[in-house]
């Protein structure tokens, strides 16, 4: 990634944009990055193999993001952390969440590999944002939201070189994920359902719609759509391997 002088580059790097169950996709995961950081958020079963062809460095992340603790977005983690110890990385890993992320992500990685937190050569640092707080990153600045969902899922918005980049995680947005993403530049969003149900575990693509205008956000992505619908070719529906710029 290139920085012009005088410019700032924040780049999102998708490793799967898929449902839990899309044989086409991996899981819905993502890279943040500036110069100096780089975030990853969530870490499902098929994502530590997409991350791998992008770097093995093992300082290659700064720490993870789990939006919640579906295997689908947190069964990646015992492997991932296990290769950073075999590849010899020192340096802290940050492992952030919602409240409870700390008990649940030892959880993983505990059954993943029996013992890995006793053995591993470097420290796991467990950051969790309470909704409604603000917690600092590096030098982002982060707060999370809890949306509907069948486990609780926190939303989470990131405060970096000036832009603002929202993550649904799953689930249907709730007025503090509303207030949350307000004039984000770049929302991404969940859209599992092409139409509203009324069901509160997903969203739906009608819902985000008028959400992304609501809050005004200036782009919409839109990911983890239902393995069994057409998607839309008007909108931006990242695919794995897609990497995107915010830049002024
Ligand atoms: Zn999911
Ligand atoms: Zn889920």
């Not at 707060?143 to 929202?166: E, L, Q």
């Amino acid at each position: 990634m290139h920085r012009g002088k005088g410019s700032t580059v924040v780049a999102v790097r998708y490793l799967g944009t898929g449902e839990a169950f899309d044989e086409k996709r991996p899981n819905m995961s993502f890279v943040l990055e500036t110069k100096t950081q780089r975030l990853l958020f969530d870490c499902g079963y098929s994502i530590p193999h997409q991350l791998w062809s992008v770097s093995t460095a093992p300082d290659y992340l700064d720490g993870i993001y789990i939006s919640h603790f579906h295997a689908d977005h947190c069964f990646g983690l015992p492997a991932l952390v296990a290769r950073l110890s075999q590849d010899g990385r020192r340096t802290p890993l940050h492992i952030l969440g919602g409240p409870g992320s700390q008990d649940a992500a030892t959880n993983v990685l505990e059954m993943g590999y029996p013992g890995i937190l006793n053995k591993i050569p470097f420290s796991l640092d467990f950051i969790e944002i309470e909704p409604g707080a603000e917690r600092s990153f590096g030098g982002w600045v982060m707060s999370t939201a809890r949306s509907y969902h069948s486990r609780p899922n926190y939303s989470v918005r990131v405060t970096v070189d000036g832009f603002v980049v929202c993550y649904s995680g799953d689930g249907a947005p709730s007025t503090s994920c509303r207030q949350l993403y307000q004039h984000a530049d770049l929302l991404i969003h969940e859209a599992y359902y092409p139409n509203a149900t009324g069901k509160k575990s997903h969203a739906s693509l009608a819902e985000v719609l008028t959400l992304a205008s609501d809050v005004a956000a200036q782009q919409l992505h839109l990911v983890h759509l239902s393995r069994k619908v057409t998607r839309p070719t008007e909108l931006v529906v990242p695919e794995a391997g897609e990497f995107f710029l915010l830049s002024r």
